[in-house]
């Protein structure tokens, strides 16, 4: 039980994240936007072919093997994340671990399966599966500008933070690994080894010098 909750996290995070894409499609067409606070929180469809945040990777054969890396991942963090429970590390490094895990099959369902059962693989695709578009939908363009004209290199462009559209996986992949990050020394402090009764009667007893030195040093003097 206490490795499955770990797990749970993960679960959580999956049922979460493919709700919120299923809503999406089934009530919103593509590109459509949705203000949910001011400017800087809306909800905009979207679908993304490559990775975490809109970034591609222009490939024949580029989604593929994405997916299968994906798929890889999926296992070795689901393992890695049993090992470290079954070694009893900081409670707080598991959690992040089932929110990275449940992360990464989230967008593993949308590549694996998406691109059959809501047909949204791309036209150029080979075949359907392993080739579906992960739906992206949260977007926070906070706020943003044009460079001036007098800076190098991005002088008059037009600047957006934060441009990139992204789901409830992502999510909680960059949250789990952000607090790994900054938490690190938490959760990996070493820990001092008890010392045993045994051990501290010995630690005591060991500078004393044996009766039999000291006898000899008083004959000798």
């Not at 049993?82 to 590549?111: E, P, Q, Y």
């Not at 599966?129 to 977007?139: E, K, P, R, S």
């Amino acid at each position: 039980m206490k490795i499955l909750k770990y797990f749970l996290v993960a679960l959580a995070i999956i049922l979460i994240d493919q709700a919120s894409k299923i809503l999406v499609y089934n009530n919103m067409y593509l590109h459509e936007e949705i203000y949910v606070f001011g400017d800087w929180f809306r909800i905009h469809y979207l679908l993304n072919p490559g990775m975490a945040f809109g970034i591609k990777w222009d490939n024949e054969f580029g989604k593929l093997a994405l997916t299968i890396f994906r798929i890889g991942a999926m296992f070795g963090i689901g393992y890695y994340l049993w090992k470290m429970a079954t070694r009893g590390v900081h409670n707080g490094f598991l959690i992040c671990l089932g929110l990275i895990l449940g992360g990464a099959v989230g967008n593993v369902i949308d590549s694996t399966f998406y691109g059959v059962l809501l047909q949204n693989a791309p036209a150029d695709a080979p075949t359907p599966w392993f080739h579906g578009q992960v739906i992206d939908m949260l977007y926070f363009p906070i706020f943003h500008f044009v460079w001036p004209d007098w800076i190098p290199g991005v002088g008059g462009e037009y600047f957006e933070f934060f441009s990139p559209v992204f789901n409830i996986a992502d999510s909680s992949i960059f949250i789990g690994v952000v607090i790994i990050l900054f938490m690190q020394k938490r959760f990996f402090k070493e820990t001092e080894q008890p010392v045993t009764h045994s051990e501290e009667i010995q630690s005591i007893a060991d500078p004393l010098p044996p009766a039999s030195e000291n006898r000899s040093e008083e004959q000798s003097a």
